[in-house]
Nanobody
Framework: QLQLVESGGGLVQPGGSLRLSCAASRFTLDAYTIGWFRQAPGKEREAVSCINKSGISTSYGDSVRGRFTISRDNAKNTVYLQMISLKPEDTAVYYC?????????????????WGQGTQVTVSS
């Protein structure tokens, strides 16, 4: 089974930046479309961004568009989420998830494999 491991979370001040990584083991990540989701306490899981298998197609949630950038390095079997201009409302646990399909989806149920999550806290 595909295993995903997120890293790169932490505490950052408003306006700061972080880069999250989603690394895969046991399978090559280029066989999967990868989505980033986040969940804040007391809130539903929210789709943040997605990149398809080829890396040609990407999508972003309205709340992060223009501030977050998703990319993939298939040679390193890793997908990245570069986050800039972070806001306190970006505070959440961030998860990456994989689906063996060419197309991105925003519904979490479409993804078969999930990482354990990494905490991002934006606070002064």
């Amino acid at each position: 089974q595909l295993q995903l491991v997120e890293s790169g979370g932490g505490l950052v001040q408003p306006g700061g930046s972080l880069r999250l990584s989603c690394a895969a083991s046991r399978f090559t990540l280029d066989a999967y479309t990868i989505g980033w989701f986040r969940q804040a306490p007391g809130k539903e899981r929210e789709a943040v961004s997605c990149i398809n298998k080829s890396g040609i197609s990407t999508s972003y949630g309205d709340s992060v568009r223009g501030r977050f950038t998703i990319s993939r390095d298939n040679a390193k079997n890793t997908v990245y989420l570069q986050m800039i201009s972070l806001k306190p409302e970006d505070t959440a646990v961030y998860y990456c998830a994989a689906r063996p399909s060419f197309f991105c989806r925003t519904d979490a149920d479409s993804y078969d494999n999930w990482g354990q999550g990494t905490q991002v806290t934006v606070s002064s």
